[in-house]
């Protein structure tokens, strides 16, 4: 069973999440609002986003349904939200390692899990933000819209009536370890090409060569050799 509400307003969906699932027993409960106020990023980073606008959504679904690991479940909600993206955008979309997406070289969203305990039961508690009909981002900002990308508008209740039903349905059954593994490096930003890093304060040029089951990137540097660094370890400059 699927729960879906509607906020005016709030801080931060992920944190609203959790008064309803003081009183639903569902399988998956969602929480979505077009105006956070306080969004929440990974890593204590925060998403600003145009009140109107955009999109933040939360869906909980029970931890004991699955047996993949968190590492693996995280990979597999990017697949799904990319491939979600991509089937809209008519185009294809990539996932920056975490846990960005990206069409045409823009963030267009960010996703932030985590697993929390609620009435007895352990949750895995999946944020996203997502730029729908913002038009205006910062001048250094890699940020980009479903309307700036693609030109066209979209209802904001009616994608996420879609994406909360895509979502459940293909969490309802989860392909293997290795297979996960494979499609999210597939789908890997910038993947086998020269791009450049920031490590310890220093540029360089480097190759993304994959993600691994553990989380964290491999990148062969030009100066350092192949390496593998987990989040805020390595910086993509693009």
């Not at 909600?77 to 491939?83: M, N, R, V, W």
């Not at 089937?87 to 990539?94: P, T």
């Not at 508690?125 to 250094?140: H, M, R, S, V, Y």
């Amino acid at each position: 069973m699927s729960q879906l509400f509607y906020l005016n307003e709030c801080s931060s969906t992920n944190d609203e999440i959790s008064k309803f699932l003081l009183y639903e027993d569902s399988d998956f409960t969602t929480v979505y609002t077009f105006n956070q106020t306080k969004g929440r990023g990974q890593y204590g980073n925060t998403w600003s986003s145009m009140a109107e606008k955009n999109l933040a959504y939360t869906l909980a679904v029970k931890a004991e349904k699955f047996t993949v690991s968190d590492v693996m479940f995280n990979y597999y909600t990017a697949i799904i939200i990319s491939d979600f993206l991509a089937n809209l955008a008519e185009s294809k979309v990539k996932i920056k390692w975490p846990n960005d997406i990206i069409l045409r070289n823009k963030k267009i969203a960010g996703i932030l899990i985590e697993k929390k305990k609620f009435n007895l039961n352990n949750y895995f508690i999946i944020g996203a933000g997502f730029n729908i009909l913002q038009e205006t981002f910062d001048k250094i900002s890699n940020a980009g819209s479903l309307l700036t990308l693609t030109g066209r508008s979209f209802d904001l209740h009616n994608l996420t009536a879609q994406l909360n039903e895509f979502l459940t349905e293909k969490l309802k059954f989860l392909p293997s370890e290795n297979t996960i593994l494979n499609l999210f490096n597939q789908n890997l930003f910038r993947k086998d090409e020269i791009s450049v890093f920031e490590k310890d304060e220093k540029r360089q040029n480097g190759i993304i060569r994959k993600a691994d089951e553990k989380g964290e990137l491999w990148v062969e540097l030009e100066d350092d050799g192949l390496q593998s660094f987990y989040h805020k370890e390595i910086k993509l400059l693009y």
